[in-house]
């Protein structure tokens, strides 16, 4: 199976297949169609930032008081 991938908009449901790919294609074909996706649609959902997944969590330990065998046994 050969792919052809453009961008057209179709008129009265009737989708236009380029002149350039027009004699390439011989026999049926399969049709799967794929919605241009508008600026505000391309917005990721999340407002968190990847900076904020991979960030290290932060513990203030100045209060802790334990030697270096009880920190090893936890």
Known sequence: ???YEFITT???G???IPSKYRNKIKAD???IILEQETK???QPKSTMKKSD???AP???TTGW???REEANAR
Do not use: G, T
């Open 65 to 67: 008081r334990f030697s």
């Open 14 to 16: 009737v989708i236009k």
């Open 58 to 60: 932060a513990y203030d």
């Open 1 to 3: 199976m050969q792919a």
């Open 10 to 12: 179709p008129v009265d």
């Open 40 to 42: 505000a649609e391309a």
């Open 53 to 55: 997944l991979l960030a």
């Open 29 to 31: 074909v399969k049709v």
